[in-house]
């Protein structure tokens, strides 16, 4: 069975062409263009992995996560940002919940092997 | 100066009044007691001896008459008188005539009262008179003698008449009288002779009614009516005294010291004048020596006080100057007195004494003063020193914020970019699988989705190193062994095969405190450096050695071409590179780091040799964290 991947960013080409990667590499996905949008399909859709940008129009990744782990603790969160992040912000999001976090750009095969290898891990 | 004299001149005058009232004034008024007890003594002898004078000559004049008498009596009681021999007689009377010039005349009387003989000295009249009825022949007749009749003879010469009775002794029968004119003219020539001008003395005799009978200057005799001044005789005539003597107001103002003596046989007063001023000459004379005494006294005395103060005040005056030539700084000016025993002297030693302690103290003060001054010199030095300092500082700080802001907007675009980057990255990704997939895919594509994917890497690194420059993070420092983390750095770094790897580490174990993640960018970039700048072949040395300033220098050697000493200035200058792609920021990420860590970094380099990185760290001198769990 397909792992679902839900995508959830603001910037329109970035999310299409993430999805039509993920989707070569061999999974299903969904795309949210903002956190109320992403919430709505996480809750849905109930995907194994949410990839979200941490800066969104409406509000933050960060929210995201809190958000989605009221009733999820499965979902594997994986961050993105543009930005340099230092130890305190990871730190702040692993405690709300994030599971990793990806520096654009990013090698999307080396993203693909870290899917499969979180999701292994939890055996699924 | 005025000041200086004033107050001297005052101390010697005090020193001068305080001798003259100490040596003077008993001395005054001792004298002034002598003299006054002198004067009174010698004036009441003065006017003793004046008095005895008088009284001496009183019996001088007395016996002058007496001695005459006695030739007239001895003659009168001769034989041949109470014979009354004429012939005889007359020859007897020419003699004493001839022999005593004061017999003016002489006439023998006989029992009858007829004048017998009758002979004058200056004229031939030879009348005889008659004198049965004239009371001296009578009184002479009764009584036996008679001296007395003050009378001018001739109405010039004073004379008094002597008679004597004519007595035959062998019946003491009267047998008449011999009487005679007595000149007293040489009385006046016997005062004169005693009493000379230059004694400024007057004598005189006077009869019982005031008319002078004798006078020290005899020409006042022979003036008619002859008398004393009358304050005198009122004096002398209403004394009941036989003798005495005073001192008499005169009416002319002149005061005179007079002396009288009666001539008890005649009634008549002996008086002696001298004027005050010739009387008083002896006690005058004395009171003159004794002024001209006070005077030598007095002078001397001045000397004494002059002499006194001036011993008193000079070394006075030499303390004062000193103590001037002190004021004005000269501490090696001694004051030019022979010190005393005593307590000037006292002065004298403590003055030196103050002068020492004070020349110790001015250059203590002095000895301060330069200290403070060199400090105040060395102050701002250090104020200029601190100035420039925080001039260069402030210059730093504007480019640090310049580059701060160029750092944030750098940031802030490489973010931007980082976006479509991404989507590039996936959307050649995309490309590249469906290629790939494709039985015989275009070699061209293939090789220029391989060019863009390089390109993006490219992209991608530059803009981690804008990032990596501009972020400015806390440090998270962590106690860590150099050595054990430099083997892990080396071990996980990617070093291409043509780079030989020598490490020289120091035999002991340096721990510093560092954050990892930014010493792992300097590190990579010196390495990354050096690698790049060894295209062909070359080794890298890594080398760490102990500084005596408790640092740890790490070496990062290439063996590549060397950097030109022009260049080498600028390397880490931010945005400078002299590679064809480079942002510049490499080595400027390196010096910020290695300062955020208080650790330093040179270069050393020589062309065609190579370039040495040389960083310090200070050593951590803390507790030692608890030690790692040994590594698998």
Redo the contacts between chains.
Sequence with gaps: MEKQILIIDDDANLRESLYEVLELEGFKCYQGKNAKEGIELAKKHNPEVLITDIQLPDSSGFQICQEVRKFSKEVIIIMMTGRFMSSDEKTQGFQLGADEYLTKPFDIQELSVRIRQLLSRRGK | MQEKNRKRGKLFYKLLLIFLIVSLVPLGIVGYYLISLTQVTLNKAITRDQEALAVGFSDTVSNYVISFRNILYESAHLEDFYTMNMEKERSMVNHLMQVHSAFLEISVINALGEETIRMVRFSDSNKTRDFINDPVYRKVMKTGEYIGGFEKYNGTYPCITVAIQIVNPNTSYAAGMVMAKLSLNSLSGLLKTSFPDATHTQAAVIDINGFLIAHSNPEEVLKKNAKLPDEILKILLQNDAKSGGGEIPLITGERVLGAFSEVEAFGWVVYIQRSISVAYQASRDMLDKTWKVMLLVTVFVLFLGYAVSIVITQPIQALREAAIKLGEGDFNYLPDISIPNDEIGELAHTFMEMSDSLKVKTAEIIDAKEQLEKLNRSLENRVEARTRELKSAQEELIKKERLAAMGQMA?VVS??I??????????I??IK??TNAQPNPEPKIVKHIGIIESE?RQA?GIIDEI??FA?S?DL?PKVTNLHAYLEDLLMSYPFPQHIQLEKHFAGEHFMVNIDQ?EMNQVIRNLIKNGIEVMPEVGKMIIRTEWLPDDTVRIDIEDTGPGIPKDVLDKLFTPFFTTKARGTGLGLAVVKKAIERHKGRVEIASVVGKGTCFKFALPLYKGAMPPPPPPRA
């Design positions: 940031s973010h931007e980082r976006n479509p980057l991404a989507v590039i990255n996936n959307s990704y995309f699988t469906k993006i991608n990032l990596s972020r993070r998270k993640d």
